[in-house]
């Protein structure tokens, strides 16, 4: 019963900034952004609990992305900031029906959006 619609993916030179928003239907869950290139595995990005209270990041990226939400838009998004190349990838937002699984991992997640495409050029 949960619909998501990721948008702000683009194209954007190296040191650039974009920022992803996710909207929702439905009730508020917890709610990550993964991200996936050719030939890799998809991976953690970002997640934010449904209470908005606690956010948790992969290490490589702590500093650099930041996740926010908009309970009363019913939208969670993702700042991305001093962009690298090597952060080319779809970026996908989910949704955690419950607290059962860990945020870090994508099968712990009930619901997902389309994608959107973030290139950033050299």
């Known amino acids: 019963q949960v619909q998501l619609v990721e948008s702000g993916g683009g194209l954007v030179q190296a040191g650039g900034s974009l920022r992803l928003s996710c909207a929702a239907s439905g009730r508020t869950y917890s709610m990550g952004w993964f991200r996936q290139a050719p030939g890799k595995q998809r991976e953690f990005v970002a997640a934010?609990?449904?209470?908005?209270?606690?956010?948790f990041y992969t290490d490589s990226l702590k500093g650099r992305f930041t996740i926010s939400g908009d309970n009363a838009k019913n939208t969670v998004y993702l700042q991305m900031n001093s962009l690298k190349p090597e952060d080319t990838a779809v970026y996908y937002c989910a949704a955690k029906r419950n607290q059962r699984g860990s945020l870090y991992y994508a099968l712990s997640y009930d619901y997902w959006g389309q994608g959107t495409q973030v290139t950033v050029s050299s």
């Open positions: 934010i609990t449904s209470s908005a209270d606690s956010t």
